[in-house]
């Protein structure tokens, strides 16, 4: 949830660090903090409440120049205290060791009783502080062991800590008795190593290193790094030395800059149409998708499927809704989608023969994560043959390590909080698993398949020219500037991408939003009905459209201000009380929940801007959510 950020070089770290946060701000923002090793060898540290530009400008306005060879830094998304500078990171014991930290120790309690037995001070309600004594105590014995070379204390002293913690966590270290060390460690939390020319990096992400590197190493779980300059060291879970891939990353340092944009949300709503194509390309032809887009294996394991199981969060579990109705609808598949938070704890029954599909943007979603790890322990166990799917947006992030089959969504980075472009490419990479899955099992023709191609090769368009309704809705939006709830209504596959609608409304205007199935009305929310709720309702042209006019017509009777988006072919007129906006036309049964999204998602954000909140950083959201 937070971000780390660290470096060892010939050059003065400290810009770097800085840029570095500002790159994974997105991960968390309530506090921030810098700390380096200067040439008097002494630890110098600024922190600051509010976002990296506080920071920046604090450091400004010091006495302090807070130039180092080596440094680490943190932006914060508060678990363990409130947002206070004092729970800001890094943390530092007695002036020696230095501390960032992404993750739960959840042993904290019980390890902060003994330390401050031992006469340690806390300064902070962080979990974060038992970390730096327990490196601190583990050090001053390190120091003490003859056999110990000084190059190699401190990395001893953290293999010796981090046997003492419960929990996740991914951990940058410095030290004033090893000046030129720099000490990286993951476990449940992604930590990454960018290599450079005589000068090494850690980043909880790629892209806050891309300025500097382009070459990354991915710690595997349980790693721990002694990084130096010119050398690099890692022992894995057992102790034992170990040997990763440098790989290179294809993404440009300006691919997570605003451009023309007022916001990332805004860019990355206007991204979408490339990143559909992005998605789509080498996965399709002309008239039907590559197998093979899934796997070498994917063909042998998609044949023994009977059902499958899709496990996410947030907005990637209404995307998987919209598959559960495809799945079942299209080709007679039995689908499951559960919350992975709910999915983990409740000793949930293997049944043999299971896809288990995991959707996560970033593939770090703690929860997402650990209900993966734990289907496949019971798999092995029993001998199941329940093979997993990842669909995910990050290479090389945990999900896809831990996956049997992966598929990429290319959506590019995605910055702002609220996901836009990463929901648009989930839907399109579990159509293409729903036409695979057809095609491999014989519940498709090829006729059929041809359709479903044609209708995605015209996607990019269709939410062009969705696209083109940006300021019809954005004097929509100004009926909201005094309204504090809204509904959204959809039928079908419409039921999740109003459910996705009201969370970026409520994620990032902070306006209460609530969706429902449009003919559960009379079952209670109809009381909610009086003209200052607004009720935005979702109307394609298909098999359902009259009953959804049946369900507005109750709104209508009841005083409701309506805001309907519909198909240009559902012949519903703008009338007293009800605005109609004809979002899209000639769109299919994939096609419709995708390109329905774009003008909601719009909706949200111009709402937004006339709440005046910030778009890209809402109060007390992160951005990945790597912690429970």
Same mark, same amino acid.
């Given at each position: 949830?937070?971000?780390?950020?660290?470096?060892? /070089?010939?050059?003065?770290?400290?810009?770097?660090?800085?840029?570095?946060?500002?790159?994974?701000? *997105?991960?968390?923002?309530?506090?921030?903090?810098?700390?380096?090793?200067?040439?008097?060898?002494?630890?110098?540290?600024?922190?600051?409440?509010?976002?990296?530009?506080?920071?920046?400008?604090?450091?400004?306005?010091?006495?302090?120049?807070?130039?180092?060879?080596?440094?680490?830094?943190?932006?914060?998304?508060?678990?363990?205290?409130?947002?206070?500078?004092?729970?800001?990171?890094?943390?530092?014991?007695?002036?020696?060791?230095?501390?960032?930290?992404?993750?739960?120790?959840?042993?904290?309690?019980?390890?902060?009783?003994?330390?401050?037995?031992?006469?340690?001070?806390?300064?902070?309600?962080?979990?974060?502080?038992?970390?730096?004594?327990?490196?601190?105590?583990?050090?001053?014995?390190?120091?003490?062991?003859?056999?110990?070379?000084?190059?190699?204390?401190?990395?001893?002293?953290?293999?010796?800590?981090?046997?003492?913690?419960?929990?996740?966590?991914?951990?940058?270290?410095?030290?004033?008795?090893?000046?030129?060390?720099?000490?990286?460690?993951?476990?449940?939390?992604?930590?990454?190593?960018?290599?450079?020319?005589?000068?090494?990096?850690?980043?909880?992400?790629?892209?806050?290193?891309?300025?500097?590197?382009?070459?990354?190493?991915?710690?595997?779980?349980?790693?721990?790094?002694?990084?130096?300059?010119?050398?690099?060291?890692?022992?894995?879970?057992?102790?034992?030395?170990?040997?990763?891939?440098?790989?290179?990353?294809?993404?440009?340092?300006?691919?997570?800059?605003?451009?023309?944009?007022?916001?990332?949300?805004?860019?990355?709503?206007?991204?979408?149409?490339?990143?559909?194509?992005?998605?789509?390309?080498?996965?399709?032809?002309?008239?039907?998708?590559?197998?093979?887009?899934?796997?070498?294996?994917?063909?042998?394991?998609?044949?023994?499927?009977?059902?499958?199981?899709?496990?996410?969060?947030?907005?990637? *579990?209404?995307?998987?809704?919209?598959?559960? *109705?495809?799945?079942?609808?299209?080709?007679?598949?039995?689908?499951?989608?559960?919350?992975?938070?709910?999915?983990?704890?409740?000793?949930?029954?293997?049944?043999?023969?299971?896809?288990?599909?995991?959707?996560?943007?970033?593939?770090?979603?703690?929860?997402?994560?650990?209900?993966?790890?734990?289907?496949?322990?019971?798999?092995?166990?029993?001998?199941?043959?329940?093979?997993?799917?990842?669909?995910?947006?990050?290479?090389?992030?945990?999900?896809?390590?831990?996956?049997?089959?992966?598929?990429?969504?290319?959506?590019?980075?995605?910055?702002?909080?609220?996901?836009?472009?990463?929901?648009?490419?989930?839907?399109?990479?579990?159509?293409?698993?729903?036409?695979?899955?057809?095609?491999?099992?014989?519940?498709?023709?090829?006729?059929?398949?041809?359709?479903?191609?044609?209708?995605?090769?015209?996607?990019?368009?269709?939410?062009?020219? /969705?696209?083109?309704?940006?300021?019809?809705?954005?004097?929509?939006?100004?009926?909201?500037?005094?309204?504090?709830?809204?509904?959204?209504?959809?039928?079908?596959?419409?039921?999740?991408?109003?459910?996705?609608?009201?969370?970026?409304?409520?994620?990032?205007?902070?306006?209460?939003?609530?969706? *429902?199935?449009?003919?559960?009305?009379?079952?209670?929310?109809?009381?909610?009905?009086?003209?200052?709720?607004?009720?935005?309702?979702?109307?394609?042209?298909?098999?359902?459209?009259?009953?959804?006019?049946?369900?507005?017509?109750?709104?209508?009777?009841?005083?409701?201000?309506?805001?309907?988006?519909?198909?240009?072919?559902?012949?519903?007129?703008?009338?007293?009380?009800?605005?109609?906006?004809?979002?899209?036309?000639?769109?299919?049964?994939?096609?419709?929940?995708?390109?329905?999204?774009?003008?909601?998602?719009?909706?949200?954000?111009?709402?937004?801007?006339?709440?005046?909140?910030?778009?890209?950083?809402?109060?007390?959201?992160?951005?990945?959510?790597?912690?429970?």
């Amino acid at each position: 949830m937070c971000g780390i950020v660290g470096g060892i /070089a010939e050059r003065n770290v400290t810009p770097i660090l800085l840029e570095g946060l500002k790159r994974l701000e *997105y991960r968390g923002y309530d506090s921030s903090g810098v700390a380096v090793i200067d040439d008097d060898l002494k630890l110098q540290r600024i922190r600051s409440l509010g976002k990296i530009q506080d920071l920046k400008d604090k450091i400004k306005a010091s006495d302090s120049s807070l130039a180092g060879y080596i440094g680490i830094a943190h932006t914060r998304w508060a678990t363990h205290g409130i947002p206070a500078e004092n729970n800001a990171h890094p943390h530092i014991c007695n002036n020696e060791v230095a501390v960032v930290h992404n993750g739960i120790i959840e042993n904290y309690q019980e390890l902060k009783s003994e330390q401050l037995a031992l006469g340690y001070r806390f300064t902070s309600q962080t979990d974060t502080e038992v970390v730096a004594h327990s490196i601190h105590k583990y050090l001053q014995e390190a120091l003490k062991e003859p056999n110990l070379s000084k190059d190699q204390v401190l990395f001893q002293a953290v293999q010796n800590a981090l046997r003492e913690f419960k929990g996740a966590y991914a951990l940058g270290v410095m030290a004033i008795d090893n000046p030129d060390t720099l000490i990286a460690a993951r476990k449940g939390s992604p930590l990454v190593i960018g290599v450079g020319l005589g000068e090494y990096f850690i980043a909880s992400d790629v892209s806050a290193l891309l300025p500097v590197t382009q070459n990354f190493i991915f710690l595997e779980e349980g790693d721990v790094a002694r990084i130096k300059r010119d050398e690099l060291e890692i022992v894995d879970v057992e102790g034992k030395k170990v040997e990763r891939e440098i790989k290179r990353s294809n993404l440009s340092s300006t691919a997570v800059e605003l451009g023309e944009h007022r916001h990332y949300m805004h860019k990355e709503i206007f991204e979408q149409p490339q990143s559909v194509i992005d998605t789509l390309e080498g996965r399709i032809t002309q008239e039907s998708v590559l197998t093979s887009a899934f796997g070498h294996q994917a063909e042998t394991l998609f044949a023994s499927i009977s059902q499958i199981q899709i496990i996410a969060c947030g907005t990637s *579990y209404h995307a998987g809704m919209v598959a559960k *109705y495809w799945f079942e609808d299209i080709i007679g598949l039995p689908c499951f989608i559960e919350v992975a938070s709910e999915y983990r704890y409740r000793n949930p029954v293997l049944l043999s023969d299971t896809l288990f599909v995991t959707i996560s943007q970033s593939g770090e979603t703690a929860d997402t994560l650990a209900a993966l790890q734990q289907i496949k322990q019971k798999r092995d166990v029993k001998n199941l043959n329940c093979p997993t799917l990842s669909i995910c947006n990050v290479p090389e992030s945990s999900l896809t390590r831990e996956s049997d089959l992966v598929f990429l969504t290319h959506a590019g980075p995605e910055v702002g909080v609220a996901s836009t472009k990463a929901f648009t490419t989930q839907l399109v990479a579990l159509s293409l698993l729903l036409t695979t899955l057809g095609k491999v099992q014989g519940r498709l023709t090829q006729k059929r398949e041809r359709i479903i191609v044609q209708g995605l090769q015209k996607l990019p368009g269709l939410i062009r020219n /969705a696209l083109n309704h940006e300021d019809e809705i954005k004097e929509i939006a100004k009926r909201f500037a005094d309204k504090s709830s809204a509904l959204f209504l959809g039928r079908g596959t419409m039921y999740p991408i109003a459910m996705e609608a009201a969370l970026k409304l409520k994620e990032i205007s902070y306006i209460h939003a609530e969706a *429902y199935p449009a003919g559960e009305l009379k079952h209670g929310p109809l009381a909610l009905i009086d003209e200052y709720m607004p009720v935005i309702a979702i109307a394609p042209h298909d098999d359902l459209l009259e009953k959804l006019k049946s369900n507005l017509q109750e709104v209508r009777a009841r005083g409701g201000q309506m805001i309907v988006f519909e198909d240009e072919n559902a012949n519903t007129d703008s009338e007293g009380g009800m605005k109609v906006v004809k979002a899209t036309t000639n769109v299919g049964r994939i096609t419709a929940p995708i390109t329905f999204n774009i003008p909601l998602q719009l909706l949200a954000y111009h709402v937004a801007l006339i709440k005046g909140t910030d778009v890209d950083q809402p109060r007390n959201l992160a951005k990945s959510v790597t912690v429970e």
